[in-house]
């Protein structure tokens, strides 16, 4: 069965700084794999995603990851934080045969220290 | 704004009365996703509809229910509140099924059952 590990449920960081937010995943197959932010009052947008090719993914809003197979791991990555960038981040795996067999981590809580 | 909306914003009611929520997704996109998000369960998969047909099920409680209408907007039915129902409940879509689709997130309807 599919499952998502975020080891870090809070992390605060300064403005500015680098940022790496982890996800380890479990998937007998190859996975798909996600990356969303909820910001307070809001839904999920997607970050970004990896299905296949490159292991470096990037995204929206500077963010970038990499998909290490060894590792099972789908590390999210920002060299430069911003104070916007507050907000929660959830790592997802899903499966080829349907989106509905998406399942999200626990999540990580970004604070931004000025 | 990822062009799915959620009615209502914010819902209140007592245990054991029964609630709509409603969802209507991005122009375009056949699926619906309902999610329920709350802190000790986290983000969950209740059950998708493609195209007016339930497609996955995912932890759906008996006392819930949805469908999806051939205007393609959602609803959710939450019958006999308990307080454990109290959560943010999200709606998504996506233009196919499959698992490469992305799936764009409303901004949710937030329940509280006193």
């Known amino acids: 069965a599919q499952s998502v590990t975020q080891p870090d449920i809070h992390i605060t960081v300064s403005e500015g700084a680098s940022l790496e937010l982890r996800c380890n995943y479990s998937y007998g197959a190859t996975p798909y794999l996600f990356w969303y932010v909820q910001s307070p009052g809001q839904g999920l947008q997607l970050l970004l995603k990896y299905f296949s090719g490159d292991t470096l993914v990037q995204g929206i809003k500077g963010f970038e990851a990499e998909f290490k197979r060894s590792q099972s791991s789908f590390n999210l990555r920002k060299p430069s934080v911003h104070w916007s960038d507050a907000a929660e981040y959830f790592c997802a795996v899903g499966a080829r045969s349907s989106a509905s067999k998406i399942i999200f981590g626990s999540g990580t809580r970004l604070s931004i220290r000025p | 704004d990822s062009g799915v909306t959620q009615t209502p914003k914010h819902l209140i009611t007592a245990t054991g009365q029964r609630v709509t929520l409603r969802c209507s997704p991005r122009?375009?996109?056949?699926?619906v996703y309902w999610y329920q998000q709350s802190l000790d369960q986290g983000l969950q998969f209740l059950i998708q509809y493609y195209n007016g047909e339930e497609r996955a099920k995912g932890n759906i409680l008996e006392r819930f229910s949805a469908q999806q209408f051939p205007d393609l907007h959602s609803e959710l039915n939450l019958s006999s509140l308990e307080l454990g129902d109290s959560a943010l409940y999200f709606c998504?879509?996506?233009?196919?099924?499959?698992?490469?689709?992305?799936?764009?997130f409303g901004p949710g309807t937030r329940l509280t059952v006193l």
């Open positions: 998504a879509s996506s233009i196919q099924s499959g698992g490469t689709d992305t799936q764009y």
């Open positions: 122009s375009g996109d056949l699926s």
